[in-house]
């Protein structure tokens, strides 16, 4: 079966026949000095790694992949064949390689009798990118132990379409710096608190602050790090402070919840891994009661309701909310809804961790904070909760079968809807409709793909035949379009009419923004996503421009008046969406 998408063999048969003479797997001998002077440092950032990918799809996938020989030898394993320095020496003048009677490359050309174009346009960093891919990809074909065949390397050919929409926004605020060498923020969350009158809105920062925002001055209101000894955010990956909500009837009972990280072994967990499998650090839920809900700084007492262990430091309990939707003697009033993710179980040997209702990983629970009918006796279970009544299946459970659930919300425009984004793995980035009992199939599957944890880690394959049992997106785009997507908001309010009923969400590291309208969010059908753009004092642009370096790190926000912003999380910058207009971009 062809490892390559068929759209992306469109390019003239020979025409990039890029490393066509490399491999030696292809012949004998080894040059085993030159792998050992190499250091062999390859890019391995998602954004380098992207690049890389649509650079490969665009000069060597017509003619090369990494299960087999196509026009071109098969590369799995390239990057520990031969050095790195040969690699680009190659790709830049081939044919000076020949003639200088480099073995290896007059091997090869005796083989395959042509000459493959020389490719010193590549700039230094498209180089670098290109070897990071080849190098990820090579290396995860060794790991197919199932010898897994038809992996996809572009899985959504068709590119997602502009909208020739722009989003108009101002600055907001600045959040102060929580360090003092870059990132010097790493704002993650914001929502309003309706309190006392006053228009406020809270901000947390993942070193540990949440921030009371009124017009734009920031202060901080709690500072977890300081009352929480054993709170670590290292080694980053979203680790520290995770999310926060405040109860429905807050101005009541002064009742809010925090999520943080702590070292391994810190205390015994609700929910543990094997005896067996080491534990990278515990995720904690906390319920905090303050003594005046009206005080502008907090002041009260944290009580802990729930532990669990994780198998690695990344894929943690990412978002907790109330649904914002249900009014006070509804079923679901003052019920807690927590994103778990696999905390990278699935890929370091304990994928049944992350596929079963057996296990609290990969899910979004639902909990209430004032009962005590939980094993632990600190929460309570409702009786509606899907898995209550099944033998061994964790009752908390509202639906699983997530890589990375790190966000998500409540349609308030109409229509009630909860949608969940999950941040994938090398190949689809999904939007999914919340559904009380589905399995969005993590790890066996990726967006509307079949994911193999024993075959190639970067790539999806096709659906088998007759596929049953699983809740697919109703969104979903690749790692052509972005690398990890950040969820949004549908656009509530009628002072943008262009904007009503759109469901806005981005890209984390790239900062693309999307959307997609709620009306064709429905279960069973793919939504159109489209591109917007940005327009800032006056001139179009986009984030990457707005913020240093190289990652934007995009999260959205709700103001006090339900006003959507936008944040950039490692320079603490907020912006507020001001409008949004048609243009011809």
């Known amino acids: ?32 000095a030159e792998v050992r002077a190499d250091s062999r440092i390859y890019r391995g950032d998602e954004m380098s790694l992207q690049e890389g990918r649509s650079l490969f799809n665009m000069h060597c996938a017509s003619c090369h992949n990494f299960k087999q020989q196509e026009i071109g030898p098969n590369l799995a394993g390239i990057t520990t064949d031969v050095t790195k320095e040969w690699l680009i020496s190659f790709i830049s003048d081939p044919a000076s390689k020949i003639k200088s009677g480099d073995e290896r490359a007059v091997r090869n050309y005796e083989k395959y ?29 060794k790991r197919n132990k199932s010898n897994r065949q038809g992996g996809l390397l572009d899985p959504l050919a068709k590119k997602i379409p502009k909208a020739h929409l722009a989003l108009v926004i101002e600055d907001a605020f600045q959040v102060p710096a929580s360090s003092e060498t870059a990132p010097l923020a790493r704002i993650n969350k914001m929502e309003p608190l309706a309190a006392n009158g006053v228009k406020q809105a809270f901000i947390s920062d993942l070193r540990g602050i949440l921030y009371r925002v009124v017009g734009d001055t920031v202060l901080t209101y709690l500072d977890l790090k300081s009352k929480i000894p054993e709170f670590i955010d290292q080694p980053g990956f979203g680790t520290g402070f995770g999310s926060f909500a405040f109860h429905p009837d807050f101005q009541a009972n002064g009742l809010l919840y925090t999520t943080h990280t702590e070292p391994a072994q810190t205390a015994i967990a609700d929910f543990t891994l094997p005896d067996s499998s080491s534990t990278a650090m515990q995720w904690v839920l906390s319920e905090w009661k303050t003594k005046d809900p009206a005080a502008e700084v907090f002041d009260g007492q944290r009580r802990e309701l729930l532990r669990i262990d994780m198998k690695t430091n990344v894929h943690g309990m990412q978002e907790i909310k109330f649904n914002p939707l249900a009014i006070k003697g509804s079923p679901d009033y003052g019920l807690l809804y927590i994103s778990v993710g ?16 057996k296990h609290v990983w990969g899910s979004i629970l639902r909990i209430d904070p004032s009962g005590h009918n939980s094993k632990n006796g600190q929460y309570g279970i409702p009786e ?20 990375n659930p790190n966000r998500f919300s409540w349609d308030q425009s109409g229509s009630g809807k909860m949608l969940i984004s999950n941040i994938g793995q090398h190949s689809v980035e999904e939007i999914n409709l919340g559904i009380p009992g589905a399995d969005y199939g993590w ?10 944890t024993e075959a190639n880690p970067e790539l999806v394959y096709p659906l088998p035949a007759g596929d049953t049992g699983y809740t697919y997106p109703v969104a979903q785009y690749d790692h052509d379009e972005g690398n990890a997507v950040c969820g949004g908001y549908v656009y509530a309010k009628d002072d943008i009419p262009l904007l009503k009923g759109k469901y806005i969400f981005g890209d984390i ?57 936008i944040l950039t999380k490692a320079n603490g910058k907020v912006y507020k969406i001001i409008g949004c207009h048609e243009t011809h971009s």
């Open 509 to 565: 590291p790239r900062g693309t923004l999307f959307y997609s309208e709620i009306d064709e969010m429905e279960a069973g059908r793919q939504a159109k996503v489209y591109k917007l753009d940005l327009e800032y004092r006056g001139k179009l642009t986009d984030l990457v421009n707005l913020v240093p370096g190289e990652r934007v790190d995009l999260r959205f926000g709700l103001g006090p008046d339900h006003s959507l912003y």
């Open 1 to 32: 079966m062809n490892f390559i998408h068929p759209l992306i063999r469109r390019l003239i048969p020979g025409a990039f026949f890029l490393l066509s003479l490399i491999s030696c797997r292809e012949g004998q001998g080894s040059d085993t």
């Open 342 to 357: 696999d905390g990278g179980a699935a890929l370091s040997g304990l994928p049944d961790m992350a596929n079963s209702n």
């Open 384 to 403: 509606d909760n899907p898995y209550t009544s099944q033998d061994g299946a964790v009752p908390e459970i509202w639906c699983r079968g997530f890589r």
């Open 113 to 141: 009798k042509m000459y493959m174009p020389a490719f010193n346009s590549l700039g230094e960093d498209d180089m670098e990118n290109l070897l990071g891919f080849i190098n990820g990809f090579s290396k995860g074909e």
């Open 443 to 452: 790890p066996v599957r990726e967006g509307t793909f079949l994911y193999d």
